[in-house]
């Protein structure tokens, strides 16, 4: 069986003022039950997560990934995580982790049924392998998401920004892109404007532009794409959160799908029609985000 470790964490309350929080880590065993059968994330997926990239050792964007968590929690009305615990969770768990790609995942439950508190905990396990994805590309299909681009102000409690446990319909999206074909998918509002994948954001170049949609509607706030976006700044392109029509896919330079463990895929097919690669600049992309990074 693949390496996998897990902590188990007494979640502290955000203004607890310990400076040390090793004693509310547990290690258990990864392979073994750990889990109430009355648990909410289980039960309901009513939680939250982070996944983050590990290199040789090193956690990367900790920080970014801590706050997401604290932007995921208040969107759901869960207690808001204290950061440094968490940074030294995941500390911990990265100095098992050896050389190579590992992914450090955290997740906050709203944990047992009536019970008095969260349930926290963190994994890692070495990372899948993404050779071929960043080296060959990756095909995709444009799926309606169902909600026009109004819909998550409308309708906050659909908690589209939120990076909740509730993935099944991310997952199903994928799956549906395999049924036609294709690697991923991109989500489309049903009006037309594009999204996100289902697991990682869309970036798109356009001539010394690169082009990202706006977070604000109601998809997450990728961690990888605000590090590519702080990169290619300092390589002298331009960069800009804009409503992206879906027609844009076919007419930029290049486009990819980046997240933290994936890193950056380029994409080389939309809908089944073959789209501009861009692979000098994918391959210094990767090697960026391959790179040390807090
Ligand atoms: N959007 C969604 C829906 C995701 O699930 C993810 C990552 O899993 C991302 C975007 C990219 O986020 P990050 O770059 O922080 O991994």
Excluded at 128 to 157: C, F
Excluded at 208 to 230: M, N, Y
Aim: hydrophobic content about 45%; charged content about 20%; glycine content about 6%.
């Amino acid at each position: 069986m693949a390496w996998r470790y897990c902590l188990m964490i007494e979640p502290a309350a955000s203004d607890d003022p310990r400076s040390d929080f090793s004693d509310t880590f547990a290690v258990v065993d990864a392979t073994a039950p750990a889990l109430s059968v009355g648990e909410l994330s289980t039960q309901r997926g009513d939680g939250i997560f982070e996944s983050i990239g590990v290199v040789d050792g090193h956690p990367q964007e900790v920080t970014a990934h801590v706050e997401r968590l604290a932007h995921s929690a208040a969107l759901c009305d869960l207690p808001a995580p204290h950061a440094e615990q968490w940074r030294q969770a995941v500390a911990h768990a990265a100095a098992q982790c050896g050389a190579g790609e590992h992914v450090i995942r955290l997740i906050l439950s709203r944990g047992v049924e009536h019970g008095p508190a969260p349930t926290a905990w963190l994994t890692a396990a070495v990372a899948p392998d993404y050779a071929t994805a960043r080296e060959r590309g990756i095909r995709v299909v444009t799926l309606d998401r169902g909600y026009d681009s109004a819909a998550p102000d409308r309708a906050p409690w659909l908690l589209l920004g939120a990076k909740t446990l509730s993935y099944a319909v991310n997952m199903a999206a994928i799956r549906e892109a395999k049924r036609r074909d294709a690697d991923d998918a991109v989500f489309v509002s049903s009006d037309g404007v594009v999204l996100e994948g289902p697991t990682s954001s869309v970036l798109l170049r356009f001539g010394d532009r690169f082009v990202t949609p706006a977070p604000g509607a109601g998809i997450l706030h990728g961690t990888t794409q605000l590090s590519v976006f702080e990169h290619v700044r300092e390589r002298g392109f331009e960069t800009a959160y804009e409503n992206v029509e879906a027609s844009a896919l076919r007419t930029a330079d290049a486009v990819w799908l980046v997240s933290s463990v994936r890193l950056a895929a380029p994409v080389v097919a939309i809908d089944g029609a073959p789209v501009a690669v861009d692979l000098a600049l994918t391959a210094d992309l990767n090697r960026y985000l391959l790179s040390p990074r807090d």
